[in-house]
């Protein structure tokens, strides 16, 4: 008979530690360290222009867009996560008056990979980022078609889903005031008939 080695669990600060010197990103998951995937090339540019586009759009707008390097610390859940792109309204609010770790953004934007293991931790992950009281705005790119879904925090505190689809679509960032071409989104792409299976 198999015996399960217990999987061995990690402090928030030990995981922090860890974060500071290693080669590659992992999340934190109330205990467990997760390596992140790499990421395709298609992944790279639509995270690319995503962040360049609203770089620029909200200059002066008292909001500043983040990329993946900047770490997500959600208390309710103990999870910390590094969201493609991440807003933030006003000025950010540090964990432990850490400069690597955010509590507030008021969009998050993820590019998703071909699996249903990410699409399901997606789903997982806006349960986690619902729990952030600034947070108002979830956008979902699928890199391997023309598709962009939105759920938007309306005024009731309810969540209101949009779908785009086509390369001739415009999608509204609500949160921010500011809309992007779907053609701009998949700058440089190539979309190619049937899905390719690939990695985040």
Same mark, same amino acid.
């Given at each position: 008979?198999?015996?399960?080695? /217990? ?21 934190? #998951? ?10 395709? =090339? ?6 690319? %222009? =995503? ?14 867009? !983040?990329? %993946? ?8 859940? #103990? ?12 000025? /950010? &609010? ?26 399901? +931790? ?10 952030? /009281?600034? !947070?108002?705005?979830?956008? +979902? ?15 009731? @505190?309810?969540? +209101?889903?949009?779908?785009?689809? @086509? ?8 949160? &921010?005031?500011?809309?992007? %071409? ?5 700058? @440089?792409?190539? =979309? ?9």
């Amino acid at each position: 008979m198999l015996t399960q080695t /217990p999987q061995r669990t990690y402090t928030p600060d030990e995981y922090r530690k860890l974060e500071q010197t290693a080669e590659f990103r992992s999340e934190y #998951r109330d205990g467990e360290i997760v390596p992140m995937t790499g990421g395709t =090339i298609n992944h790279n540019r639509i995270t690319g %222009s =995503i962040y360049a586009f609203l770089k620029y759009a909200l200059r002066g707008k008292n909001a500043e867009p !983040f990329m %993946s390097d900047l770490r997500l610390w959600i208390p309710r859940y #103990r999870r910390a996560t590094y969201p493609d792109v991440m807003v933030i309204s006003g000025e /950010p &609010v540090f964990n432990q008056e850490r400069n690597d770790e955010v509590l507030n953004p008021i969009l998050i934007v993820e590019v998703l990979s071909n699996s249903t293991e990410d699409f399901d +931790l997606e789903n997982n992950k806006f349960r986690f980022y619902r729990s952030i /009281p600034e !947070f108002r705005e979830y956008i +979902l790119v699928d890199q391997y078609e023309f598709l962009v879904e939105q759920y938007l925090k309306n005024e009731s @505190g309810q969540w +209101l889903f949009q779908e785009y689809e @086509g390369e001739s679509a415009t999608i509204s960032f609500a949160s &921010v005031g500011v809309q992007m %071409s779907m053609s701009d989104i998949y700058v @440089g792409v190539v =979309i190619e008939t049937g899905k390719n299976q690939g990695n985040q």
